[in-house]
């Protein structure tokens, strides 16, 4: 059985080295506690010491796509944007924001927001095979095959697994159309 009088003197230290520590050394801390609850499937709390770490650090692209990549994974696809865009304005050229600004537009049925998403992780990141393989599957469903095509057969010489590739391609072409 747990000491409560040795929990309390553990609880005590890490209160006083947290109280130690810089601002930065606190928002690094407040990031990583984050990612942690992350990597645990547990996107509403990171979305709480994202948020946190935002207030002390609010230019950091970095927390912004982090705390938008919380949203996502939770299902807040609208929060998820506004914290890309916010990203965006930030850092125009990293291209995993693109990318994944796109799968959110995607999930919200915003297909040409996500092409054009899609198309500029890959002027930033030409060998991109993800983001080619997503693109080639937009062009699905907005009605291009031949663009669909030629960004799959880009996405399979960059790697992309291709019985994915053609499962993915495939779920588009029996998707319903927008109207």
């Known amino acids: 059985m747990p000491n409560p009088i040795s929990n309390w003197i553990t609880n005590l230290k890490a209160r006083y080295r947290q109280s130690k520590l810089t601002t930065p050394e606190k928002t690094l801390n407040i990031f990583k506690n ?7 499937g547990h996107p509403q709390k ?8 935002i207030q002390r650090s609010s230019e950091s692209a970095k ?6 990549d919380a949203y996502a994974m ?17 850092n125009p050229s990293y291209p ?8 959110s537009h995607y999930q919200l049925d ?18 991109w095979g993800e983001a080619h393989a997503n693109r080639a599957v937009i062009h699905v469903e907005l009605g ?6 030629t960004d799959a057969e880009t996405a399979k010489t ?18 319903p159309t927008s109207s």
């Open 34 to 40: 984050g990612v942690r609850e992350v990597d645990e």
């Open 46 to 53: 990171a979305i709480k010491h994202f948020s946190e770490a």
């Open 63 to 68: 927390l912004h796509h982090y705390r938008a």
């Open 74 to 90: 939770d299902g807040q696809y609208e929060n998820a944007i506004v914290d890309y865009d916010t990203a965006v304005r930030l």
């Open 96 to 103: 995993d924001t693109y990318l994944d600004r796109g799968n």
């Open 110 to 127: 915003q297909l040409e927001r996500a092409l054009k998403d899609f198309s500029e992780a890959i002027r930033l990141k030409p060998d």
């Open 144 to 149: 291009n095959p031949e663009e669909s095509a």
């Open 158 to 175: 960059l790697g992309v697994d291709t019985a994915q590739l053609e499962g993915m391609l495939q779920a588009a072409k029996n998707a």
